[in-house]
């Protein structure tokens, strides 16, 4: 029996976020270490959890239960593939998964579950998927098929795997990698006692869209971000954590913020990291400058029971 494999890393949002929701633009990075995994393997059904089908043409909602994202993931695939000259694909697969990435902290978990889901089953069916089609896929699958309210950044990311500035102003979704000239050093913060899942903020904040003080933050959060890409381009670590900031205290200037997660901003901040929300759910990502950051970090996350994680961002650009 064949076994597919398809991964995803979580992600955390430098700069502009959340604008992708709005036409805006995102800076963003995967975070190693942190990963969903999707087994497919060959079976005489389609297999997701405690829940079967006889083929993939059969698989529909309503999805339920802790499989809803994966067995989400085969409809919209299977959508896909009768939309195409190839038609809907032959055989059975069995789904299992595992997840590193904390709960609905703000690190992209679910979109991770379903891109890692996506990459398993294209090995299985031999599909070929590009990034593009692959983020767009993943975001219909928990926008059209589960109702979840989210913006295309996470799945971007995620299918890109690379550090990438993400423009959704024009028509397409346009995206570039971003490569410092040398390694670049952050944290991830988070706490798994203050979690919210990011579409109790995504829901009402896209209610306000048309209200101007959105609109201009929304507008000013794209152009941070795309000051934060040209910053880390060129090495400027002091204006990409400016823009961090700055997107921070934007998100704050529109919208009603948990104050255990503002802790957490203040706290990097008081160990002398400029810091945004990595999401929205509880975690943040802060930058390392400086050297003398990273340790009063880690002790303060370590001393308030907080997920800690460094990630570096590799130079050569």
Not at 14 to 41: K, M, Q, R
Not at 79 to 85: I, K
């Given at each position: ?230 910053a880390l381009r060129a090495g400027d670590l002091a204006a990409l954590g400016a ?75």
């Amino acid at each position: 029996m064949g076994t597919h494999v398809g991964r995803a890393l979580a992600r955390a949002a430098l700069a502009g976020n959340p604008s992708d929701g709005f036409g805006g633009a995102v800076l963003a990075t995967p975070v190693p270490g942190l990963e969903a995994v999707v087994h497919a393997s060959d079976a005489d059904a389609v297999i997701v959890g405690d829940r079967s089908w006889p083929s993939p043409a059969a698989v529909a909602g309503p999805h339920e239960g802790e499989g809803a994202l994966l067995s989400a993931t085969v409809e919209r695939l299977v959508q896909w593939c009768r939309a195409g000259a190839s038609g809907p694909p032959d055989g059975g697969v069995e789904l299992t998964w595992s997840t590193s990435i904390p709960r609905s902290v703000g690190l992209a978990g679910s979109s991770a579950l379903v891109v890692a889901g996506l990459r398993a089953l294209a090995a299985r069916w031999r599909l070929d998927l590009d990034v593009i089609t692959t983020a767009r896929l993943a975001l219909e699958v928990e926008v059209d098929l589960l109702g979840i309210a989210a913006g295309p950044q996470d799945r971007l990311t995620q299918a890109a795997g690379d550090t990438v500035l993400m423009d959704f102003g024009g028509p397409g979704w346009a995206f570039e990698r971003v490569v410092p000239p040398s390694p670049v050093q952050l944290f991830v913060v988070w706490s798994a006692t203050t979690s919210s899942p990011s579409h109790i903020v995504h829901g009402p904040l896209q209610d306000r869209r048309d209200e101007p003080a959105v609109r201009v933050a929304m507008a000013e959060l794209a152009r941070l971000a795309r000051v934060a890409a040209d910053a880390l381009r060129a090495g400027d670590l002091a204006a990409l954590g400016a823009a961090m900031d700055g997107s921070f205290d934007l998100r704050a200037s529109v919208l009603e913020l948990d104050p255990a997660h503002v802790a957490l901003v203040e706290g990097a901040r008081a160990c002398g990291a400029p810091v945004n929300y990595a999401g929205s759910g509880g975690a943040v990502v802060g930058l390392a400058a400086r050297r003398q950051v990273l340790e009063p970090a880690r002790a303060w996350a370590e001393a308030d029971g907080l997920g800690f994680t460094v990630l570096e961002l590799a130079g050569g650009g």
